[in-house]
């Protein structure tokens, strides 16, 4: 699976930040594997001192599962919209195990 990070001018992204949302990232296929790709987008928020995440998750035979998150710290950011794809790709996993059954 490929995972990007791109940041909003006013943002670097630097090795660490690179490295963790690529640990983050990398755990997704262990909860649907169907992923593809994960994109994460960092930018500063609206709010002062606030930056904001959005993870893009590419599955295969699905559209693109999206989830944000805003927090004072970039790395919780991160964490925050991550957990938030999980809970995503497990509810689509488990929706899919449901729809199979009653197709029966």
Known sequence: MRIEVVARPGIEVTEAIRAHATEKGSKLPKYYDGTQMATYTLTKSDRPH??????????????????????????????????????????????LKVDKHHAR
């Open 50 to 95: 606030f930056f904001t995440a959005e993870l893009v998750v590419d599955v295969e035979k699905a559209p693109a599962f999206v989830s944000h998150a805003e927090s004072e710290d970039l790395y919780q950011a991160i964490d925050q919209v991550t957990q938030k794809c999980v809970r995503q790709l497990t509810d689509f996993k488990e929706k």
